[in-house]
Every structure is written in C-alpha cells, then in structure tokens.
Nanobody, 120 residues
Framework: VQVVESGGGLVQTGGSLRLSCSAA????????MAWYCQASEKWRELVAR???????NYADSAKGRFSISWGNANNTVDLQLNSLKREDTAVYYC???????????????WGQGTLVTVSS
C-alpha cells in the first residue's frame, strides 16, 4: 500500500491551496487518512484527520481555515487550505491507516510529502 500527495506549491499570504492524497495497493478498507505538516527544524504534527465514517479532527491552528474531506475518487482525501499564513509553510504529509486486503492486518503508510510555501 502506498499513498501519494499532490497539490503543493507557492502561494501568497491569504491565498488557498488544495492538497490531494491517493492511496493505492492491496487495500481492503481505509480506516482513517490524515494530513501532517513539518516545518523546518520542527516536529511533524497533525493538521487534520478523517475517519471512514466521516468524523474529522483538526489541529487548533487549522480550525476554521482548513477542511479535510474524502475525495471524489475512491481512496482519496483532500485538504483545502484557506487563509494561508507564512507559518503554514511546511512539507505536508499524507498518512493512512489501512487494512491490507491479503493479510487483513492494519498498516500505517506515509507519503513522501508535498511542499507548501506561503510568501508574504
């Protein structure tokens, strides 16, 4: 199982971006997908997560500005970033909790990350 992110880039302060993450491989069911961010010289931290049933959680810094949702395509998740600030500059990583089709065990997978740069 692997996940691939897309949608990062350069945006001005106050602008918006939409990140997407697609999971592929030996997937029986996806329990949860999430977005994390890691700024330079900082720990990776949760931005938002969404469960299969639709429940969502957000970091305090993301509440009211970011929105996570299941994508239109199967096994995809989107993260809408609005009202971006310079401090949102980071590499954004997709994370998924997946039940493997063949082994029936749960595995956690991470993407390679996509860079979001917010300029003033």
């Amino acid at each position: 199982v692997q996940v691939v992110e897309s949608g990062g880039g350069l945006v001005q302060t106050g602008g918006s971006l939409r990140l997407s993450c697609s999971a592929a491989g030996s997937i029986f069911i996806i329990n949860m997908m999430a977005w994390y961010c890691q700024a330079s010289e900082k720990w990776r931290e949760l931005v938002a997560r969404i469960y299969a049933v639709g429940t969502t959680n957000y970091a305090d810094s993301a509440k009211g500005r970011f929105s996570i949702s299941w994508g239109n395509a199967n096994n995809t998740v989107d993260l809408q970033l609005n009202s971006l600030k310079r401090e949102d500059t980071a590499v954004y990583y997709c994370n998924a909790d997946v039940r493997d089709l063949h082994t029936q065990s749960y595995v956690e997978v991470w993407g390679q990350g996509t860079l979001v740069t917010v300029s003033s």
